[in-house]
C-alpha cells in the first residue's frame, strides 16, 4: 500500500488532543534530562569512569529511540494526522528496532561492569579500558544495525491486501508483518530468531551476571557493605526491569495475545519506548551522589 494508518488509544479518540500535553511533556523530560546527563558527563573530568561512559552511551540510545517515536506520536496526537507512507514506515520502523537492540546491549554492558566492579574490583581497571568502552559501543552499533536491516527488506518482498490499520502510533515489525497477505513464515522465523539471539541473550546474561553478584554480596561480611555494594545495582536494575518486562509483554502479546484487548496492546508498547527513556535520567539523577552532585557543580558554574 502507499500508506498505512496510524492508531492513538482505542475509545480515547475524542481526547487525543488533551493527551498530547503529557506526551510533550514526555517527550521534553526525555530530551532535557538525557541532553543533561551527556553534557555532565563530558564537561566533568570525575565522571571520565567506565560506569558513567556507558550511562552516557544509555542516554544517546534513549535519545535516538524517543527521536524515533517522536514524529509520529505527536502526527497521531497532536494532529490527528494518521496516515504515514510506507517506506517512511519502514524507515521508522528499523531505527526503533536498531535502537532497542543497541539500548539492550548496553544493559549488558552496564551489568558486565557491576559485576566486574563488586566481584573483581582489583581487576576493574584494568579490565574495562577506554579503548574496551568504546569498542563495547560500537559493537552494539554495529549489532544492531546489521540484525535489524533484513526487517524492511524482507517485508517490502511481501504483497500486503488486508487493512492498512496499524495497532500502533508508530511502526513495530510484528505489527506491520500481521498486515501482509503473502506467505511470512521467514519473517516470522527470522523475528523469532531476532528476539532470542539479541534480548534473549542480553537478559539471560544480565541474570547470570546478578546472581554471581549476589553471590559475592552476600559473602560479604557487614550488613553496611552488602547494603552499599546493592546500592551501586539498584539504579541499573530497575532500568533493566522497565525495560525488559513491557518488551516482553508486548512480544507475547503480538505472538500469542489473539484475543486480548486493543488497549493492553497500545499500553504495553507505549510504556516500552516511552518510559524507559523518561524515567532513567530521573533515576541516575536522583539515585548517584556523583551525577547529582555535577549536575549541580556545572550549573552552579554557567549560573555565576
Known amino acids: 500500500p502507499a500508506t498505512h494508518c496510524l ?7 475524542a481526547v487525543q488532543i488533551w493527551i498530547s500535553i503529557p506526551l510533550c511533556i514526555m517527550y521534553l523530560i526525555t530530551f532535557l534530562g538525557n ?63 536498531t535502537f532497542s537492540s543497541m539500548e539492550s546491549a548496553i544493559l549488558l554492558a552496564m551489568a558486565f561492569d557491576r559485576f566486574v566492579a563488586i566481584c573483581n574490583p582489583l581487576l576493574y581497571t584494568v579490565v574495562l579500558t577506554p579503548p574496551r568502552i568504546i569498542g563495547m559501543g560500537i559493537a552494539a552499533v554495529v549489532r544492531g544495525v546489521v540484525l535489524m536491516v533484513p526487517l524492511p527488506v524482507l517485508l517490502q518482498r511481501l504483497s500486503f491486501c488486508k487493512d492498512v490499520i496499524l495497532s500502533h502510533c508508530y511502526c513495530y515489525h510484528p505489527d506491520v508483518m500481521k498486515l501482509a497477505c503473502g506467505p511470512v513464515r521467514v519473517n516470522i522465523i527470522y523475528g523469532l530468531s531476532l528476539v532470542l539471539c539479541s534480548f534473549g541473550v542480553d537478559s539471560m546474561f544480565i541474570v547470570i551476571s546478578y546472581i554471581l553478584i549476589l553471590k559475592t554480596v552476600m559473602s560479604i561480611a557487614s550488613e553496611d557493605g552488602q547494603l552499599k555494594a546493592f546500592n551501586t545495582c539498584a539504579s541499573h536494575i530497575f532500568t533493566v526491569c522497565i525495560f525488559y518486562v513491557p518488551l ?23 510504556l ?12 541516575y539523577s536522583l539515585k548517584t551522589k556523583q551525577i547529582r552532585s555535577a549536575v549541580h557543580k556545572v550549573f552552579k558554574s554557567r549560573g555565576n
Do not use: W
Open 7 to 13: 492508531t492513538g488509544i482505542p475509545g480515547l479518540e
Open 35 to 97: 541532553c543533561t546527563i551527556l553534557f555532565v558527563i563530558k564537561s566533568t573530568s570525575s565522571l571520565h569512569e567506565p560506569q558513567y561512559m556507558f550511562l552516557s552511551m544509555l542516554a544517546g540510545t534513549d535519545l535516538g529511540l524517543s527521536l524515533s517515536t517522536l514524529p509520529t506520536v505527536l502526527q497521531v496526537f497532536l494532529l490527528n494526522h494518521r496516515e504515514i507512507e510506507f517506506h517512511s514506515c519502514l524507515t521508522q520502523m528499523f531505527f526503533i528496532h
Open 248 to 270: 516482553i509483554v508486548l512480544a507475547l502479546i503480538h505472538r500469542f495475545g489473539t484475543f486480548t484487548s486493543p488497549l493492553l496492546h497500545v499500553t504495553m508498547a507505549n
Open 272 to 283: 516500552f519506548l516511552f518510559l524507559t527513556p523518561v524515567l532513567n535520567p530521573l533515576v
